[in-house]
């Protein structure tokens, strides 16, 4: 008598699947195009880079945090800014001079990074930032960070004390940070499919979704530098997946403390978390996967809140009761206007939408680089129009997608009105930045998705999988544009070649050029990848998938129909059977175990 020896199907392991190692490919892929544009931006380049290293570095130097307007510059960030081209000897550090910023508003002359006068230091011989002893003292040498929480200046600074990187040269520091800054970054693609797949997209739309965070190559441009907004990005981002959860299924103890935290680690590194108060307390308020009475419903959101307020929200209120204000300001104020009849609410609104939409898909430097206004403003409109379109298909996730969107419609709510006080107070369009805008990308990636995936569902395979990759390729499409307009802004001299550029990078950099040749192969490699992935899987998905908007009463009597649509496809591909009405999952394991507890 012989036996089987081979595992029967129950217990042989399954092979991951398709659609997680396709999500891992673009969040991998995320990732390389912000380690390319770490790579390839000069020292001090990014906005407001040397006051975010420089604040990191007196934290590991054990230097505190001062009163707002109190920090000021190491001596060695004057010296390492220096090296890097930032400013020249004898002239001011913070001051946005010609120099430094080509088509600063101190001055219109324009001096490209390419024909700086400085020789690069050799990368050997660069400054260690706190070998230095003492403060700059020239004008004004203020470092403004410590308006903010130190929350994110308390990881980097732990970070480099982990890598043993205080004696580290600034260029090793600096690549270090903005490597952090791109893992963290990258987190929020994997976020944005666990909200999309709530809110009843199918893989399709996960999938355009995740790819859809290419587009603004401005997005991976601050991913591969040093800023507070990597980690009040995937914090936003974690709001809003764990916000999506809440208002589509069951909860429990776990997502009110969850949600809390999460939310109290972002106000712990910068005030635009505080549009996502709104949002965490109606998704409590108005779940539609539960039962639970208003009043617990209430009782949950005001203890998800509690535990934010005893994370960070605490810091919020400290100001209002020792400086007046939410956020005291870290720099000296500007000058009043003298004049200011020229003035305007349709000036300022015309100048804000200018300013919000060149620096949100493509604008290099410390904003002196954009891309042309007429491709940026088709941009802003098409992605207007898709987050338009998205909340109209949303179907029965429509009113979760609503109150996602709001912390949008929060954060840029906030922008506009500091923008205002300062338009009204010096005349200068200030605070701007579309960049802010990505701590809540994730609702805008969402419908974008929804929108994609059930607009072509109707149509024939071949035609919607060829629309569909379409999108996906005019995606990366405009993250390498971005790459290319980047690098040679940055480093082509008018008249040179393609390869002065690559010379000129390779002087000041440091970085080599054959680490950066496997880093661009493999970054490209990636796109393939992800791409076949993502081809493959939308290929595959059936006709009548989760992508037609849902019916509220036939979820009522279909099996898994509590759960968010897309759920019970992905549990059935999972091998897992669903019970009736109530949706309960069923193990395929041997012993038949049932679930515990809330999903």
Not at 285 to 293: E, Q, V
Not at 429 to 452: D, E, K, N, T, W
Request: aromatic share 10%; charged share 15%; with cysteine.
């Amino acid at each position: 008598m012989t036996t089987d020896s081979r595992p029967s199907n129950n217990s042989r392991r399954r092979l991951p699947d398709l659609f997680v190692v396709a999500v891992l490919a673009v969040t991998v892929l995320v990732a390389g195009l912000g380690a390319m544009w770490a790579v390839i931006t000069p020292g001090f380049r990014a906005p407001d880079e040397p006051h975010h290293l420089n604040t990191t570095l007196r934290l590991l130097d054990g230097g505190g945090w001062p009163e707002p307007g109190d920090g000021r510059f190491f001596q060695g960030t004057y010296v390492a800014a220096e090296e890097a081209g930032w400013v020249e000897s004898g002239l001011e550090l913070t001051r946005q001079n010609s120099y430094a910023t080509p088509n600063s508003i101190w001055s219109g002359v324009r001096t490209p990074f390419a024909s700086l006068v400085p020789d690069p230091v050799d990368p050997d011989d660069r400054t260690v930032i706190l070998d230095f002893d003492g403060r700059v003292t020239l004008l004004q040498q203020v470092d403004q960070m410590t308006q903010h929480p130190p929350g994110y200046y308390a990881l980097g600074a732990g970070m480099l004390k982990v890598l043993g990187g205080e004696s580290w040269p600034w260029d090793d520091q600096l690549l270090a940070l903005r490597f952090m800054d791109v893992l963290l970054m990258a987190g929020v693609v994997p976020l944005a499919v666990v909200t999309i797949r709530r809110l009843g997209g199918g893989r399709p739309a996960a999938l355009i979704g995740a790819f859809a965070i290419t587009a603004p190559s401005q997005y991976a441009y601050i991913a591969g530098s040093v800023t507070n907004d990597a980690a009040l990005n995937l914090a936003g981002a974690g709001v809003v997946a764990l916000s999506a959860c809440v208002l589509t299924g069951r909860w429990n103890w776990r997502h009110v403390v969850g949600l809390g935290a999460v939310l109290g680690a972002g106000l712990m590194v910068k005030g635009f978390m505080l549009a996502f108060i709104p949002v965490v307390a109606l998704a409590f308020l108005m779940s539609t996967g539960t039962s639970h009475a208003l009043a617990r419903r209430a009782w949950a959101a005001f203890g998800s809140l509690a535990v934010a307020f005893a994370i960070g929200g605490w810091w919020w209120l400290k100001n209002i009761v020792v400086y007046g204000t939410f956020q005291p300001s870290g720099y000296p104020a500007r000058p009043p206007l003298v004049d200011d009849s020229a003035l305007s609410v349709t000036g300022f609104l015309r100048g804000a939408v200018a300013n919000i939409s060149r620096s949100t898909w493509g604008n290099y430097g410390w904003l002196e680089s954009p891309w042309p206004q007429w491709l940026q403003s088709g941009l802003t409109t098409l992605a207007l129009v898709l987050v338009a379109l998205g909340v109209v298909l949303a179907g029965r996730s429509r009113r979760a997608l609503l109150v996602l969107l709001v912390s949008w419609v929060g954060v840029l709510a906030v922008t506009l009105y500091g923008a205002w006080a300062e338009y009204n107070r010096s005349g200068l369009f200030a605070g701007l930045q579309g960049r802010y805008l990505f701590v809540a990308v994730v609702p805008a990636l969402a419908a974008s998705g929804i929108a994609i995936a059930r607009a072509t569902s109707p149509l024939a395979r071949p035609l919607r999988l060829t629309l569909r990759l379409a999108s996906l390729v005019v995606f990366l499409g405009l993250a390498t544009y971005g790459l290319w307009f980047g690098f040679t802004s940055f480093y082509q001299a008018s008249g040179e070649t393609f390869g002065a550029a690559i010379s000129r990078w390779n002087e000041w950099s440091g970085f080599g050029i054959p680490k950066f040749a496997v880093l661009t192969l493999g970054t490209a490699g990636l796109a393939v990848l992800a791409l076949a992935l993502a081809a493959i899987e939308l290929w595959r998905e059936p006709e009548g998938s989760a992508d037609e908007p849902a019916d509220d009463s036939a979820a009522a009597t279909e099996p898994g129909g509590d759960l968010p649509a897309g759920a019970a496809e992905d549990l059935e591909r999972a091998g897992v059977a669903l019970d009736a009405p109530g949706g309960a999952e069923q193990p395929d394991d041997a012993a038949g175990r049932q679930p515990r507890g809330d999903a």
